[in-house]
């Protein structure tokens, strides 16, 4: 089967769609045939090397890439009981250290970390949401903010962040949304009741919409301090990217959003994709071996939705 790898840290280049031997789930595990495994952020920084730079994970002869995916059960091992071959599921590689990620013909995840795939959309639809909304579901979970509370959601028009509007107005809370101008139609459509445009000055524009500041912000586009501004005194601040997070001044309570596999979860928003209350969004997809182009136009930015790439 075909995977893709790297065997050293640099540019797109770097790259290998690799013959490797079939995986073989152990106990608790499934193979999926891979349908379709989007590309993240986090593939960039993988293949890059920053992610070992930073300690997040050790260099290894060789690293296997991809996060989300989508696809059919073809074989399960010892004490799995919720799943049968044959079934359609969703779900996440959480890890950075393996051989074999997503981005492969077949792949080995836990059961704990798949869901059964949304019925009314496709498996192509379907890889684009689990590592983007899980990541806004966890961070609104550490926002911790009741029903009709307000939250600021930067980078409103990327994935997480689309995710993280909808899923905020799901739970009954204000948005104020921040993107570039041009969004503005796409993130008040997804549920936004206010919009900041990019380049403003985000503290005192959304100070002027919410007196004192919103409740709590989940910062999509990494602005850190910037973003901190907009929230009250003894609110709360959830920053998607690890090294991202501003110092808790005025008693902001800060957190880091470090993304989990969670099935149950998985399943939840799956409901939500088919009552038309998630929107996975696709940008385009590729075939397998074009992954170095994916990243090349991911780094290059300006995609609304993830690129998806399909074996």
């Not at 966890?138 to 899923?167: H, K, M």
């Amino acid at each position: 089967m075909r995977a893709v790898v790297i065997r050293s840290f640099g540019g797109p280049e770097v790259l290998e769609l690799a013959e490797v031997p079939m995986p073989r789930p152990g106990v608790g595990q499934v193979r999926i045939e891979v349908a379709a495994a989007a590309v993240n952020p986090v593939d960039l920084h993988t293949r890059s090397g920053g992610l070992a730079q930073a300690g997040l994970m050790v260099p290894r002869e060789v690293i296997g890439l991809g996060w989300d995916v989508a696809g059919t059960i073809d074989e399960i091992g010892p004490g799995v009981m919720d799943f049968a071959v044959g079934e359609e599921v969703f779900g996440l590689s959480d890890r950075l250290d393996v051989p074999l990620g997503t981005h492969a013909d077949y792949v080995v995840l836990d059961a704990t970390a798949i869901a059964p795939a949304p019925r009314t959309v496709s498996a192509i639809d379907a890889a684009s949401v689990p590592l983007g909304a899980l990541t806004a579901a966890q961070s609104l979970d550490l926002l911790a903010l009741t029903t009709g509370r307000t939250v600021l959601v930067t980078g409103a028009a990327g994935s997480v962040g689309g995710f993280a509007v909808e899923l905020a107005v799901a739970q009954g809370l204000r948005v104020v949304a921040s993107a570039a101008a041009e969004d503005e139609d796409l993130v008040r459509k997804l549920g936004a009741e206010f919009f900041v445009p990019r380049g403003a000055r985000l503290g005192e524009t959304v100070r002027a919409l919410i007196p004192g500041g919103v409740d709590g912000a989940i910062d999509a586009a990494s602005l850190g301090a910037e973003a901190l501004d907009a929230v009250r005194s003894a609110g709360a601040f959830a920053a998607v990217v690890g090294g991202a997070e501003p110092v808790g001044l005025r008693g902001i309570r800060v957190a880091n959003t470090w993304i989990r596999a969670d099935g149950p979860r998985l399943t939840a928003l799956a409901a939500l994709i088919d009552a038309g209350r998630l929107t996975p969004r696709v940008a385009e997809t590729l075939p397998l071996e074009q992954v170095p182009d994916a990243h090349r136009r991911l780094a290059a930015g300006s995609l609304r939705g993830r690129q998806v790439l399909v074996p």
